[in-house]
């Protein structure tokens, strides 16, 4: 049985949509598309981006992009992202996507390639397809979206604000995105996925950076109920998008740990 190279879930072979986490799979044996993250312009970033350009109330920041980097934590390690920073992360607790689990996604979908300034950290064991494995779901996830030649955002460690109704159309918008992909893997016939709670969208401070958290909650089914936090950080001619999720019946195993990491994070300038 294949798998879904972005969150592991076992699939049948027809299998069009990712139940879980609703990426989009080619027929197998078919040849797929290289995926251009140059043009990921998308459902997370770009309503938030667009009225950002538009409403933010900034100074400029002659500061570093964010405070200065301690060393890793005991038996942590520091993964360095060309272009674009450095986080660390437990390795008993998280793995990077490779080894054997890699190569089921090379073969479920040919030519995926996951570009330098992306990665996913996903449940240990799981690279080994070990059984326990697929009874957790983590997930920790970045991707970069690179703005066109001459466009520009302002960087991550500039302060803006934004009104509450702003920040509501944002979520709106996310909302109303993420609605329409997941009835979309309804009439694939992939089951029922839908947001149980919309949470809430605030500008939130991380290590003097200030990027735009989403945090809601998604259910496919009667599978265990998955906690998403989204932030997303625009920064010169980037927009990244890190993602931090586990089953609600798992966060008290993840949120110290998550926190740890996110305090970790850094972003680099362009």
């Not at 798998?3 to 072979?13: A, D, I, K, Q, V």
């Not at 909302?175 to 997941?182: D, K, P, R, T």
């Not at 259910?219 to 998403?228: I, S, T």
Request: aromatic share 8%; hydrophobic share 35%.
């Amino acid at each position: 049985m294949p798998f879904c190279p972005e969150c592991g879930t076992e699939l049948s072979e027809a299998t069009r949509f990712c139940p879980e986490c609703g990426r989009p799979l080619p027929a197998m044996g078919q040849p797929t598309k290289r995926r251009n993250r140059k043009k990921i312009a998308a459902i997370v970033a770009g309503a938030a981006v667009a009225i950002v350009l538009i409403t933010a109330l900034a100074r400029s920041a002659s500061t570093p992009l964010a405070e200065p980097l301690s060393p890793p934590e005991p038996g942590w390690l520091r993964l360095r992202i060309a272009d674009v920073g450095s986080i660390d992360y437990p390795p008993d607790f998280l793995e990077l996507q490779s080894g054997d689990y890699r190569e089921v996604v090379d073969r479920l979908v040919p030519g995926y390639e996951t570009p330098s300034s992306d990665f996913i950290l996903q449940q240990a064991g799981l690279n080994q397809l070990e059984p326990s494995a697929f009874e957790e779901f983590r997930r920790v996830i970045l991707e970069t979206s690179y703005l066109n030649p001459g466009e520009e955002v302002f960087p991550a460690n500039m302060k803006y604000s934004m009104t509450n109704q702003e920040l509501t159309e944002i979520q709106n918008a996310w909302v109303s995105q993420l609605a329409q992909a997941y009835a979309q893997q309804n009439r694939e016939g992939l089951g029922d996925n839908k947001i149980i709670d919309p949470g809430m969208v605030e500008i939130v401070e991380i290590n003097g950076m200030f990027p735009i958290l989403w945090t809601y909650k998604r259910q496919l089914d009667g599978n265990p109920a998955v906690l998403v936090e989204q932030y997303t950080f625009p920064n010169y001619n980037k927009i990244h998008l890190l993602i931090f999720s586990c089953r609600i019946v798992e966060e008290e195993d993840c949120s110290d740990i998550y926190e740890r990491m996110l305090d970790s994070f850094r972003l680099e300038g362009p």
